[in-house]
C-alpha cells in the first residue's frame, strides 16, 4: 500500500520561500517519477512539478519555472518541493501524486495518478 505524507506548509509573505516535503511509503521514490499537484480556491487541479525515475529529469508548469524545484531524497524516501519567490497567485492545497507501478514517465494531468497525500497548505499574503 503506497502512502504518501506532506508536510511544511504554512502562511508567508510574498516573496518568501517555504520548502514542502512529501514522506513516501510502500514504495521507493527511486524507482518511480513523482510528481506535485496544487489546488487553489475555485481552480482545478493543477501540474506544478515534476521528477523522472532517475531523477536526471525535472518538468515544471509554465506558472512556477525558475522559482519552484522538484528533488528527490533516496534516502530519506522523499520527494520535496523548494517553493521561492512565493506569491499569492501560489496560494492553494498542495498534493504530492505518485503514479501506478510500471509508469515510467512524469504526466502532467491529475488522471494518470493512483496515489495522492491528504495536501499541504500554503497561503501566501500580498
Known amino acids: 500500500q503506497v502512502q504518501l505524507l506532506e508536510s511544511g506548509g504554512g502562511l508567508v509573505q510574498t516573496g518568501a520561500s517555504l520548502r514542502l516535503s512529501c514522506v513516501v511509503s510502500?514504495?521507493?521514490?527511486?524507482?518511480?517519477?513523482m510528481a506535485w499537484f496544487r489546488q487553489g480556491p475555485g481552480k482545478e487541479r493543477e501540474f506544478v512539478a515534476g521528477?523522472?525515475?532517475?531523477?536526471?529529469?525535472?518538468y515544471y508548469g509554465d506558472s512556477v519555472k525558475g522559482r519552484f524545484t522538484i528533488s528527490k531524497h533516496n534516502a530519506k524516501n522523499t520527494v520535496d518541493l523548494q517553493m521561492n519567490s512565493l506569491r499569492p497567485e501560489d496560494t492553494a492545497v498542495y498534493y504530492c501524486?505518485?503514479?501506478?507501478?510500471?509508469?515510467?514517465?512524469?504526466?502532467?494531468?491529475?488522471?494518470?495518478?493512483?496515489?495522492w497525500g491528504q495536501g499541504a497548505q500554503v497561503t501566501v499574503s500580498a
Open positions: 501524486a505518485a503514479p501506478p507501478d510500471f509508469t515510467s514517465r512524469v504526466e502532467i494531468y491529475a488522471g494518470p495518478y493512483d496515489y
Open positions: 510502500g514504495r521507493t521514490v527511486s524507482s518511480y517519477p
Open positions: 521528477i523522472s525515475r532517475s531523477g536526471n529529469n525535472t
